[in-house]
T-cell receptor
Framework: TQLLEQSPQFLSIQEGENLTVYCNSS?????LQWYRQEPGEGPVLLVT?????EVKKLKRLTFQFGDARKDSSLHITAAQPGDTGLYLC??????????FGKGTMLLVSP | ETGVTQTPRHLVMGMTNKKSLKCEQH?????MYWYKQSAKKPLELMFV???????ENNSVPSRFSPECPNSSHLFLHLHTLQPEDSALYLC????????????FGQGTRLTVV
């Protein structure tokens, strides 16, 4: 059983479209992070959400933490080819070590 | 530039070889990690070091041997690996073991033949 379930697993869209990817769990997390990983590179931290219901914006990316701190979403507005990559959510249930989901592979075509 | 550097970037080794992966960080972090990333699997935590002491070992086979000589350097010594060990090996660091924000290196793409 995967602690963090990400959906969809793969998403292929055209430049300019909007999209939302999800990260869900049955466990409560003290915080959740979103990372983006490009092919052949390590993951790069995008954002950390800590408070239930919190919304954070990073340019065209909007991150939301669920009220119960069990889920999170990432919304991208007007996607660009540079947004292509593997989007990983990660969190620490309780005070254990960081756990990752399998990720959503996003492909944005020109 | 993430502040975490891994070498080599690519490695091909035979099943009888011995090799080492190196990770270096100059972020002033006290915790360092080794992760394994295989196709269609989530990132798997292998080892955690906090202040140079191994604090977590997630049932990793003994053919993988970590070493942390100081808080800036982390090694993963490899010997008698199997083809299924082929994967991207990622090093990460964080301010402390309880800090949830990890900074990753670019990884070493390992192929065992």
């Amino acid at each position: 059983t995967q602690l963090l379930e990400q959906s969809p697993q793969f998403l292929s869209i055209q430049e300019g479209e909007n999209l939302t990817v999800y990260c869900n769990s049955s466990s409560v997390f003290s915080s959740l992070q979103w990372y983006r990983q490009e092919p052949g590179e390590g993951p790069v931290l995008l954002v950390t959400v800590v408070t239930g219901g919190e919304v954070k914006k990073l340019k065209r990316l909007t991150f939301q933490f669920g009220d119960a701190r069990k889920d999170s979403s990432l919304h991208i507005t007007a996607a660009q080819p540079g947004d292509t990559g593997l989007y990983l959510c990660a969190g620490t249930p309780g005070y254990s070590t960081l756990t990752f989901g399998k990720g959503t592979m996003l492909l944005v075509s020109p | 530039e993430t502040g975490v550097t891994q070498t080599p970037r690519h490695l091909v080794m035979g099943m009888t070889n011995k090799k080492s992966l190196k990770c270096e960080q100059h972020l002033g972090h006290n915790a360092m990690y080794w992760y394994k990333q295989s196709a269609k699997k989530p990132l798997e935590l292998m080892f955690v070091y906090s202040l140079e002491e191994r604090v977590e070992n997630n049932s990793v086979p003994s053919r993988f041997s970590p070493e942390c000589p100081n808080s800036s350097h982390l090694f993963l010594h490899l010997h008698t690996l199997q083809p299924e060990d082929s994967a991207l090996y990622l090093c990460a660091s964080s301010l402390s073991r309880r800090d949830t924000e990890a900074f990753f290196g670019q990884g070493t793409r390992l192929t065992v033949v």
